[in-house]
């Protein structure tokens, strides 16, 4: 059986998380990834938009059970609630993910708030719903609010600068997040095999607990996480490939039939982003370069100075996505997708690494010490 300071820190069975993948909900593979084990992640984002791409707010909320009237609050209550229904026979265990970037800080304000009080409204819900889990922001200002109502706090990093902030801010479980890694990476990337092992170095403690992401997808993958010094690996593309995902089949089966260098980088709303290779997204690429070149440079731009044709034209690839348009469709995804061919139910997949890691670590000893 494997463990890890992680299993123990919030119960879960084993020493992975299912990454929160947003603007789409995750609803669903949130309640499979919990009752299999894992830390299961709700994405929150795709309830940012309910004006500019209703198709989005639209499919979180069925996915939810709520209401296309209910505001993103009462949406995030009734799924929160939701969820919390279906895992608790099961002892799973799960939590949300927020992005704190700049610009959604009001929407992330809303977002935690609602998570405080629907977790204190039920004493039950304490033992279930752990972990608020944020990412692409400034972590810093977070805690009191976070730790005080009794929640464990991760952040995502793409950086031992970020880690070194994060253990300013007193996060609890900082994820590094390698430039592998699906959909929004860094500015300024390094890879999981140089970055996990850094960050292990630079915060690690006996407070401080460090995960791998990017890359992560398999037994293999997770026993490198371990013995590079990590308490667990959180998994996103790997679980989008699920038959419980929420993700459309279309995007789905692109991540299985993704092959060989199958991802590129060029732009994603908020700064570079890695997307499935398709013909619409080799065009935006070579947009990319044209209009936001510090996608490639390291150079940040924003909302300010974007060429907005980038964005809209991401807009209606995603839109496209939701239409069943595999012509128009663009779809996000890190480099694993290259090592995942196929689409099988959260829970055997689980145990599947599961037992690939075990058989990993017990053979390194006997393999390769006398
Ligand atoms: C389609 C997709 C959407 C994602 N959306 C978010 C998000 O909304 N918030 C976030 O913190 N990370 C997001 N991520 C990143 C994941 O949380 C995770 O860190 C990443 O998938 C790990 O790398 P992997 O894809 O190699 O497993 C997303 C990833 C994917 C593939």
């Not at 894992?38 to 929150?44: A, M, P």
């Not at 033992?127 to 922001?137: D, E």
């Not at 007193?170 to 960050?199: N, R, Y």
């Not at 089966?253 to 570079?272: C, E, H, I, K, N």
Request: neutral net charge.
């Amino acid at each position: 059986m494997i463990k890890s300071r992680l299993t123990k820190l919030i119960g879960i069975k084993y020493p992975i998380i299912q990454a929160g993948m947003g603007p789409f909900s995750n609803n669903n593979l949130c309640v499979a990834a919990a009752n299999a084990g894992v830390l299961g992640l709700l994405s929150t984002s795709g309830l940012f938009n309910k004006n500019d791409q209703p198709w989005i707010y639209n499919a979180f909320v069925d996915s939810g059970e709520a209401n296309r009237d209910d505001d993103m609050a009462t949406v995030l209550e009734k799924v929160l609630k939701r969820t919390h229904r279906l895992v608790k026979d099961k002892g799973g265990i799960f939590g949300i993910n927020v992005m704190v970037s700049a610009e959604l800080v009001q929407h992330s304000q809303v977002m935690i708030d609602t998570a405080i009080k629907v977790r204190e409204e039920n004493p039950d819900m304490k033992n279930h719903f752990k972990v608020i889990f944020t990412s692409a922001g400034d972590p810093v200002g977070w805690k009191d609010k976070i730790k005080g109502a009794g929640f464990t706090w991760m952040h995502v990093v793409p950086s031992v600068k970020g880690a070194l902030r994060c253990k300013k801010a007193g996060v609890d479980v900082i994820v590094a997040s390698g430039h592998e890694g699906g959909f929004h990476t860094s500015w300024e990337p390094v890879h999981s095999m140089i970055l996990l092992p850094a960050v292990v170095e630079a915060v690690s403690d006996e407070n401080t607990l460090v995960c791998g992401a990017g890359g992560y997808c398999d037994g293999k993958t997770l026993a490198a996480a371990l013995v590079l010094g990590a308490d667990g690996a959180q998994m996103g593309t790997r679980f989008l490939a699920t038959q419980e995902s929420d993700f459309h089949q279309i995007w789905k089966q692109a991540v299985v039939d993704a092959q060989d260098r199958g991802t590129l980088v060029a732009r994603g709303f908020v700064g570079p982003a890695r997307w499935i290779k398709t013909p619409r997204s080799l065009e935006h690429q070579k947009n990319t370069l044209k209009k936001s070149p510090g996608v490639f440079l390291g150079a940040p731009d924003d909302y300010a100075t974007i060429d907005m044709s980038l964005i809209n034209y991401e807009v209606e690839s995603i839109k496209a996505v939701c239409e069943g348009n595999t012509e128009k469709a663009m779809m996000a995804a890190g480099e694993a997708a290259q090592r995942i061919q196929n689409m099988p139910l959260v829970n055997d997949l689980v145990q599947e690494i599961v037992k690939d890691t075990e058989n990993i670590l017990r053979s390194v000893q006997t393999k390769f010490l006398d």
